[in-house]
């Protein structure tokens, strides 16, 4: 045997050896690894498909509540919201609290309705937003039904320059104010709005007509 031919059979024995002790020493943790990913990665896909067929059915439930509502089905659509608020899935069970609403004021009931959405604005656990567009709607349904103050004590806030809501906050507080004979206090509310070049154009010209109107009925100095 060449001398080549001898070294090439040492390192080949040798690799041979290193390989058995390699894989004595970490071949069980990784056939341990391999599974975990197998289980792993099956309890993923298992979850994602469970995710969505949760969501899926209560995006259906949702959806025929609504049309039993666009139905004038009311109290089948109420039935049908409140069975999907206390067993429907992800954020369908807020919107299902959120359209109760509006269906009870569209029965008429908007005390009921105004206090579905005052529960929702005093939910910590959703998020702000949301909780200021419940605020906004009852005060919308009480710019009719209650009093300025009604209306101010929950838009108040709303009207902050910073505010995404302000504009309609805005609108709600001066036609509730201009109701109670609070000219001063409603026509400044809607120059601020007709002022507002961020102001949705159609909230502009309401604003301006408001304000016309206030000006010509000689309310304000």
């Known amino acids: 045997m060449s001398n080549d031919s001898f070294i090439r059979e040492v390192n080949e024995e040798m690799r041979r050896d290193q390989a058995h002790a390699l894989w004595d020493r970490f071949g069980p943790a990784l056939l341990a690894l391999a599974v975990l990913v197998v289980v792993g990665t099956a309890a993923f896909v298992g979850y994602r498909y469970w995710d969505e067929t949760r969501a899926n059915r209560s995006g259906d439930a949702f959806s025929q509540a609504l049309k039993l509502a666009n139905e004038g089905k009311s109290d089948e659509a109420l039935a049908a919201l409140d069975a ?50 419940a605020r906004l709607r009852a005060a919308l349904l009480l710019v009719d039904h209650g009093s300025f103050a009604d209306v101010s004590s929950r838009v108040e806030t709303l009207t902050a320059d910073t505010n995404p809501l302000r504009h309609t906050a ?29 102001a949705p154009r159609n909230a502009r010209e309401r604003a301006t007509l408001m304000s016309e109107l206030i000006r010509g009925s000689g309310g304000v100095s």
């Open 84 to 133: 999907l608020e206390k067993d429907g899935y992800g954020a369908y069970p807020l919107l299902a609290r959120m359209r109760a609403a509006t269906v009870k004021a569209e029965k008429g009931d908007v005390a009921a309705a105004v206090k579905d959405f005052d529960e929702v604005a005093a939910d910590t656990d959703i998020p702000s937003g949301l909780r200021d567009m």
């Open 170 to 198: 805005r609108e709600a507080l001066g036609l509730a104010a201009w109701k109670e004979g609070k000219a001063t206090d409603a026509l400044k509310l809607f120059d601020q709005i007709a002022s507002d070049d961020s």
